[in-house]
């Protein structure tokens, strides 16, 4: 979705506050509008973890361990995460939260799968 890039309909279109309003809405609309980005688009290996430019999220990658036992994938949020999402894999599998705690430089997840790359979107 974007944002439009004027203002609709202006109160008091000449008033030097409404031009000055419309042309800081329209740098910011200029600056968001089809520009955010999720990662760095660097290639990762496994353990690796790549800050987001412009969104509070982390890329990471890590090997799948034993399936069915709580993997350990570490990130640099600096604070719990939300959740996370799954970006990709070299295997069909399933990857789930572990009922271990979350804490503000690791998650633990467990997948259906050993051995397997793993990529996240952690946020």
Same mark, same amino acid.
């Not at 800050?51 to 990658?61: E, F, G, Q, R």
């Given at each position: 979705?974007?944002?439009?890039?004027?203002?609709?309909?202006?109160?008091?279109?000449?008033?030097?506050?409404?031009?000055?309003?419309?042309?800081?809405?329209?740098?910011?609309?200029?600056?968001?509008?089809?520009? %955010?980005?999720?990662?760095?688009?660097?290639?990762?290996?496994?353990?690796? =973890? =790549?800050?987001?430019?412009?969104?509070?999220?982390?890329?990471?990658?890590?090997?799948?361990?034993?399936?069915?036992?709580?993997?350990? =994938? %570490?990130?640099?949020?600096?604070?719990?995460?939300?959740?996370?999402? %799954?970006?990709?894999?070299?295997?069909?599998?399933?990857?789930?939260?572990?009922?271990?705690?979350?804490?503000?430089?690791?998650?633990?997840?467990?997948?259906?799968?050993?051995?397997?790359?793993?990529?996240? %979107? =952690?946020?």
């Amino acid at each position: 979705m974007k944002i439009p890039v004027q203002l609709t309909t202006p109160p008091i279109p000449k008033a030097p506050w409404w031009q000055a309003l419309q042309q800081i809405y329209e740098q910011v609309a200029t600056a968001v509008n089809g520009k %955010l980005e999720i990662g760095a688009g660097v290639p990762q290996s496994a353990g690796s =973890v =790549v800050p987001c430019i412009n969104l509070d999220a982390v890329s990471c990658v890590y090997v799948s361990g034993t399936a069915g036992s709580d993997d350990v =994938v %570490l990130h640099n949020l600096g604070r719990v995460p939300y959740g996370y999402i %799954l970006v990709g894999s070299n295997f069909p599998m399933a990857v789930y939260s572990s009922p271990t705690a979350w804490t503000a430089t690791k998650i633990f997840l467990r997948s259906s799968q050993a051995g397997a790359t793993v990529r996240i %979107l =952690v946020f």
